[in-house]
């Protein structure tokens, strides 16, 4: 008996052991959960929460004209279209992207509201000065309101404002760096380092369009304002009139953000937001060329645009029908005889227009477990195939709690779960 038990326990593993080793050699990225909120732990690396990513450089076959670029579904972070998209480079005004994110989460938390005054520093009016580079403009010891600033920011770019927040929601522009570096390990953005809070080139600062993805999912998830004040289509502050540097705000109903950046080392980018057909994408293109300004600034929308469309038009987003798979786990030596599993929010996933119906979902769940239980407990996991591939994988939480049952039942019990795990029942 005890040489069968063996036997069966090696055909277990050799089973499970090939399909992972299939998983691994994918070439597609899949969904994940949504960001953490911030100041929660760290988030895991992709490989740990099941996504599949291209270890080299892949090929890129709709011709996008840029150094990298990725297409991803902002509500499955599913990655649908992707090429060079782990090579590091200087951020440029993407940077500004991170500097958006702590002063949202400074005004969700109190720290910061739109009507705070912030004086402005030398330093930060330095940066004014200097008509080629963008900047809102304003002047050394005057008080702007925090919510001009965060317009200044996203919609003018301006490498002022961004020292002025900087500067008032961590005392020094250095202080905040090590802040905005701190947020980014949080979230798991391991391609990323910062070493200014506006973009301008430095030794030792990149990104990649991976992160660059990552990091405008995150804002758009958690900061609920973050759209609102990205779309704004132009800002006149100082009687200085400037128009949103996102042009595909202005040309294009679909598009409700996020950030441009350049520089002549880097070229253009861009990650784009836009929403249509139930759908919300993020487009990012790095290291776009152009010969003039207005040429790069046109070929980097272009180019973001060509994604959206090919996302747009080549897939949709479902939510998937799980409650018919997923049976309750029984509970031993607990005040309840079961559990319920749930995942923590929606399950949607996105599939090539056409295959909607082609969807699978597998459950993997023990039969029984041991009280107690926590309410958010993970005991199972579902998972989300498209022919014989998966999509996406999600934690299957209890739903409740079950406290630990009384000596009596806890005994038997304990008898029960004997001759279950006896006869492998």
């Given at each position: 008996?005890?040489?069968?038990r063996?036997?069966k326990?090696?055909l277990?593993?050799?089973?499970?052991?090939v399909?992972?080793?299939?998983?691994a050699?994918?070439?597609?990225?899949?969904?994940?959960?949504?960001?953490p909120?911030?100041g929660?732990?760290?988030?895991?690396?992709?490989?740990?929460?099941g996504?599949?990513?291209?270890?080299e450089?892949?090929?890129?076959?709709?011709?996008v004209?840029?150094?990298?670029?990725?297409?991803?579904?902002?509500?499955t972070?599913?990655?649908?279209?992707a090429?060079?998209?782990?090579?590091?480079v200087?951020p440029?005004?993407?940077?500004?992207?991170?500097?958006?994110?702590?002063?949202?989460?400074a005004?969700?938390?109190?720290?910061?509201?739109?009507?705070?005054?912030?004086?402005?520093?030398?330093?930060?009016w330095?940066?004014?000065?200097?008509n080629?580079?963008?900047?809102?403009?304003?002047?050394?010891?005057?008080q702007?309101y925090?919510?001009?600033?965060?317009?200044?920011?996203?919609?003018?770019?301006?490498?002022?404002?961004?020292?002025?927040?900087?500067?008032?929601l961590?005392?020094?522009e250095?202080?905040?760096?090590?802040?905005?570096?701190?947020?980014?390990?949080?979230?798991?953005?391991?391609e990323?380092?910062?070493?200014?809070?506006?973009?301008?080139a430095?030794?030792?600062?990149y990104?990649t369009?991976?992160?660059?993805?990552n990091?405008?999912?995150?804002?758009?998830?958690?900061?609920p304002?973050?759209?609102?004040?990205?779309?704004?289509?132009?800002?006149?502050f100082?009687?200085?009139?400037?128009?949103?540097?996102?042009?595909?705000?202005?040309?294009?109903?679909?598009v409700?953000?996020?950030?441009?950046?350049?520089?002549?080392?880097?070229g253009?980018?861009l990650?784009?937001?836009?929403?249509?057909?139930?759908?919300?994408?993020?487009?990012?293109?790095?290291?776009?060329r152009?010969?003039?300004?207005?040429?790069?600034?046109?070929?980097?929308?272009?180019?973001?645009?060509?994604?959206?469309?090919y996302?747009?038009?080549?897939?949709?987003t479902?939510e998937?029908?799980?409650?018919?798979?997923v049976?309750?786990?029984?509970?031993?030596?607990?005040?309840?005889?079961?559990?319920?599993?749930?995942?923590s929010?929606p399950?949607?996933?996105?599939?090539?227009?056409?295959?909607?119906?082609?969807?699978?979902?597998?459950?993997?769940?023990p039969?029984?477990?041991?009280?107690?239980?926590?309410?958010?407990?993970?005991?199972?996991?579902?998972s989300?195939?498209?022919?014989d591939?998966?999509?996406?994988?999600?934690?299957?939480?209890?739903?409740g709690?079950?406290?630990?049952?009384?000596?009596?039942?806890?005994?038997?019990?304990?008898l029960?779960?004997?001759?279950?795990?006896?006869?492998?029942?």
């Amino acid at each position: 008996m005890f040489r069968l038990r063996v036997l069966k326990a090696c055909l277990l593993i050799t089973a499970l052991a090939v399909p992972a080793a299939s998983l691994a050699a994918g070439r597609l990225a899949v969904a994940q959960t949504a960001p953490p909120a911030v100041g929660m732990p760290a988030a895991a690396p992709a490989a740990a929460q099941g996504i599949v990513t291209p270890e080299e450089p892949v090929p890129n076959p709709l011709g996008v004209k840029a150094r990298s670029g990725l297409l991803m579904d902002a509500a499955t972070g599913q990655v649908l279209y992707a090429f060079n998209e782990h090579e590091k480079v200087q951020p440029a005004s993407l940077a500004k992207i991170m500097t958006f994110d702590l002063a949202l989460e400074a005004m969700e938390q109190g720290r910061l509201r739109p009507e705070t005054r912030v004086t402005i520093s030398e330093n930060a009016w330095r940066l004014a000065l200097n008509n080629r580079l963008s900047n809102m403009f304003i002047e050394v010891g005057r008080q702007v309101y925090a919510k001009d600033l965060l317009l200044g920011l996203m919609v003018s770019s301006g490498n002022d404002a961004a020292v002025a927040l900087a500067e008032h929601l961590a005392g020094t522009e250095a202080a905040f760096v090590r802040a905005m570096n701190e947020q980014a390990r949080r979230l798991g953005l391991t391609e990323t380092r910062f070493t200014n809070s506006h973009g301008l080139a430095a030794p030792d600062q990149y990104t990649t369009a991976a992160d660059v993805a990552n990091l405008t999912r995150h804002v758009i998830t958690a900061h609920p304002d973050a759209l609102r004040i990205a779309s704004v289509k132009e800002f006149t502050f100082n009687n200085i009139r400037q128009f949103n540097w996102n042009k595909l705000v202005l040309q294009d109903p679909r598009v409700n953000g996020l950030k441009t950046g350049h520089l002549p080392e880097s070229g253009y980018h861009l990650s784009a937001t836009a929403s249509d057909q139930g759908m919300s994408l993020i487009a990012v293109v790095i290291g776009v060329r152009g010969d003039a300004r207005r040429d790069g600034e046109t070929a980097r929308a272009a180019e973001a645009s060509a994604l959206l469309n090919y996302g747009f038009n080549n897939f949709v987003t479902r939510e998937v029908v799980w409650r018919e798979k997923v049976a309750p786990v029984t509970v031993y030596k607990g005040k309840a005889r079961q559990v319920a599993l749930a995942p923590s929010g929606p399950v949607r996933v996105t599939v090539p227009r056409g295959q909607e119906n082609a969807i699978d979902v597998t459950v993997e769940a023990p039969r029984r477990v041991v009280a107690p239980v926590r309410k958010g407990q993970a005991l199972g996991r579902l998972s989300v195939r498209l022919n014989d591939r998966t999509l996406a994988g999600f934690d299957l939480l209890a739903t409740g709690d079950v406290p630990r049952a009384g000596f009596f039942r806890s005994a038997w019990d304990s008898l029960r779960l004997f001759f279950a795990n006896l006869f492998g029942r």
